[in-house]
C-alpha cells in the first residue's frame, strides 16, 4: 500500500463539557433528557470559535480534509446545523477538503431540502465538500422524534432520492415507499460529484449500500481487530459487486495527541480522554437502540464489535493498548500510525485532534508537532494532496470562468420590435440582438408543444 496516498482528515469538535458528571448526574443520556439549563451562551460561543479557528487552520497545517460533525439536542457537538458551519468555513479557506459527519437525513422531510443544501455549500467550496450520511445516534431518535422503526428503510430510500436529485437531469418524478415527488428538479446543481462517506459502527446494512453505491465507509468506536473485520467483509461485498475498491474507500477514526515525550503526551491528554469515554457514550441501551433502529442481524454485528464494552471503565493504557487512542512523542505517532493503516489498509484516515475538551492551546501544540514532525513522514515530496491531486471543480478567475462555463445553454432573452431577442448583445453598439421572429401566435404554439 502506498503510505504517500493516504488521505488525512483533521476532526475538531466543539462540545459543551460544563456539565454534570456522568456518574452523578439523574439524566444517563446526553443526547435526550439533559437539562439545557447548563448552557452557558457565551463559553457556547467560545467553544464554537475555537472549533471554526482550528479547522480553518489544518489547511496552513497540510492535512487533507477538515471535518467535524453534526450532533443534536446535547452538549457533545455545537452545529446542528452542519452545513451552515460547511459554508462558514468554506469562506475561510482555499484549498483543504471540507467534511461533514452529517447531517442526519432522516430529520429532514424530504432529502429534496437537503439535495439543495449539499448542492450550495458544494458551489460556495468550489468543489470540496465530502458528506458524511450516518443513520444518527439512536438517542436522536427520541429527542428529534424521528421514527426507529422505518429509520433503515426510510433512510436506504432517502439516500437513493439524494443522489439522483445530485446527479441526474430534471424535473423527474419519483415514487417511492417514504418520498413521493412530482418535480424533482434542484437548482442550483452542484460543483462536482460529491463524494458520501457512511459511518457506522458495524451494520451489515450500512456496509452493504457503501458497497453498492461505491461511498466510502467509515468505521467507528470498535478496536482494532473489529476494525479489520468489517474493513475485510466491506472490501468482500464491493468485490461481489463487481469492482476492487479503491484504498480511499476505506476510512478509520484514530484519537491522536502529540507531544515532545510519550509521558509529556499523557500528561497533557489523559484526562480529556477519560472524560469522553466516562461521559460520551453514557446512554440506556433502550435509548441507544429503540425498537427497529437497526435489524437483529445487525445488532448482532455491533455487539459484536464490542458494544457492550463498559467504556467509563476504561483507563488510558486501555485506550492506548487497544488503539482507541495514539498519543506519544512525534516517533510513536509516526509508528503507530503507520500501523494502524498498514493493518487495516484504509485509505483515509480521520485524526480526532478534540472533542472539545482540551484546551486550544494543546490542540494548536499537538498540531504543530503532527504537521513538522509526523505528516512529512507520509509525504515523501513535500506536497498536500491538495497540490498533488488539485481540485478542477469551480473557477477562480473571469478567465477560467469563460474557458469552463457551457457554451450550448440559452443565453437569456426578451422580446422586443417582433424578435425574440439576445439581452447580453441589447448594449453593444452595432451588434444583431436578434435570435428569430417572434409572435404571441408562435409563443402559443411553442407552449403546446
Not at 459527519?101 to 437537503?114: D, E, F, K, W
Not at 418524478?173 to 457512511?198: C, K, M, Q, S, T
Not at 485532534?353 to 486550544?360: H, R
Request: aromatic share 10%; glycine share 8%.
Amino acid at each position: 500500500m502506498n503510505l504517500q496516498n493516504v488521505e488525512f482528515f483533521g476532526l475538531v469538535e466543539s462540545a459543551y463539557p460544563n456539565v454534570p458528571f456522568a456518574g452523578e448526574r439523574e439524566q444517563k443520556n446526553l443526547y435526550v433528557d439533559l437539562s439545557n439549563e447548563n448552557y452557558d451562551p457565551i463559553q457556547g460561543q467560545r467553544n464554537i470559535d475555537t472549533q471554526i479557528e482550528l479547522l480553518a487552520s489544518l489547511e496552513k497545517y497540510g492535512l487533507d480534509g477538515a471535518m467535524f460533525t453534526e450532533q443534536h439536542n446535547g452538549p457533545i457537538g455545537s452545529l446542528p446545523g452542519s452545513l451552515a458551519g460547511a459554508a462558514y468555513l468554506a469562506a475561510k479557506t482555499e484549498k483543504i477538503k471540507i467534511v461533514i459527519g452529517g447531517p442526519l437525513l432522516n430529520a429532514y422531510q424530504s432529502p429534496i431540502r437537503l439535495a439543495e443544501e449539499i448542492a450550495l455549500v458544494d458551489t460556495l467550496s468550489r468543489g470540496r465538500l465530502t458528506i458524511g450520511l450516518p443513520m444518527g445516534l439512536g438517542q436522536q431518535y427520541h429527542s428529534l422524534s424521528m421514527n426507529p422503526a422505518t429509520a433503515r428503510a426510510r433512510h436506504a430510500e432517502g439516500v437513493d432520492l439524494l443522489v439522483a436529485a445530485l446527479t441526474e437531469k430534471g424535473p423527474f418524478a419519483w415514487r417511492g415507499e417514504h418520498f413521493n415527488h412530482n418535480y424533482v428538479n434542484i437548482w442550483p446543481r452542484p460543483a462536482h460529484d460529491v463524494e458520501f462517506i457512511l459511518p457506522s459502527g458495524g451494520s451489515l446494512e450500512t456496509l452493504e449500500v457503501a458497497a453498492k453505491r461505491r461511498f466510502t465507509y467509515q468505521t467507528v468506536l470498535s478496536e482494532r481487530s473489529q476494525q479489520v473485520k468489517t474493513l475485510n467483509k466491506f472490501r468482500d461485498l464491493c468485490r461481489a459487486e463487481g469492482y476492487e475498491p479503491d484504498p480511499r474507500q476505506s476510512a478509520m477514526v484514530i484519537e491522536i495527541h502529540v507531544a515532545e515525550t510519550d509521558e509529556i503526551a499523557r500528561r497533557e491528554s489523559e484526562a480529556a480522554y477519560l472524560w469522553n469515554y466516562q461521559n460520551y457514550f453514557e446512554a440506556p441501551v433502550t435509548d441507544s437502540f429503540p425498537p427497529g433502529y437497526t435489524s437483529a442481524r445487525s445488532m448482532r454485528g455491533i455487539l459484536g464489535q464490542g458494544w457492550g464494552i463498559d467504556t467509563k471503565k476504561m483507563t488510558y493504557e486501555d485506550l492506548i493498548e487497544n488503539n482507541w487512542v495514539i498519543a506519544g512523542s512525534p516517533e510513536t505517532v509516526r509508528a503507530k500510525l503507520e500501523e494502524a493503516i498498514t493493518e487495516t489498509g484504509v485509505g483515509r484516515v480521520i485524526l480526532n485532534f478534540s472533542l472539545g475538551v482540551k484546551p486550544k492551546w494543546m490542540v494548536e501544540k499537538s498540531l504543530g508537532f503532527f504537521s513538522e514532525q509526523v505528516l512529512p513522514h507520509f509525504r515523501k515530496d513535500g506536497l498536500t494532496l491538495a497540490e498533488r491531486e488539485p481540485n478542477n471543480a469551480g473557477f477562480h478567475t473571469n478567465l477560467e470562468y469563460e474557458h469552463k462555463r457551457r457554451k450550448d445553454v440559452p443565453n437569456p432573452a426578451i422580446v422586443r420590435d417582433g424578435y425574440l431577442v439576445d439581452v447580453t448583445k441589447t448594449w453593444v453598439d452595432g451588434q444583431d440582438a436578434r435570435i428569430r421572429p417572434w409572435t404571441e401566435d408562435a409563443e402559443l404554439e411553442s407552449a403546446n408543444v
